[in-house]
């Protein structure tokens, strides 16, 4: 059983940054992908960005690459998804995610433990 808490979410101006956290705990999940999907209101829920827990590389969806980036303290046991250059199209609720059924893992079928979320507002 993994166990995954978000925060970090908020309102932020057009342009703004906004750092998530997303503190994990349980059995085994050395060996587990995380990510992060979205849901925006009326939307599926979108993937943005995993990485391996032991591994470095990470990899993103193109709407957020070159602004989100994800990274992993693993004295902490927390993952983190840093946002740059917020737009109103990254409004949503932002979800952490673990998941064993291989390597990059994209879908939302493929991962096993889901936090709560955390709302995050672009909004001038």
């Known amino acids: 059983q993994v166990h995954l808490v978000e925060s970090g979410g908020g309102s932020v101006q057009p342009g703004g940054s906004l750092r998530l956290s997303c503190a994990v705990s349980g059995h085994s999940f050395s060996t587990y992908v995380m990510a992060w999907f979205r849901q925006a209101p009326g939307k599926e829920r979108e993937f943005v960005g995993g990485r391996s827990w032991n591994a470095g590389a990470t990899y993103y969806a193109d709407s957020v690459k070159g602004r989100f980036k994800i990274s992993v303290d693993v004295a902490k046991n927390t993952v983190y998804l840093q946002m740059n250059s917020l737009s109103s199209e990254d409004t949503a609720v932002y979800y952490c995610?673990?998941?064993?059924?291989?390597?990059?893992?994209?879908?939302?079928?493929?991962?096993?433990?889901w936090g709560q979320g955390t709302l995050v507002t672009v909004s001038s």
């Open positions: 995610a673990a998941g064993s059924k291989g390597d990059r893992l994209s879908q939302p079928r493929d991962f096993d433990y």
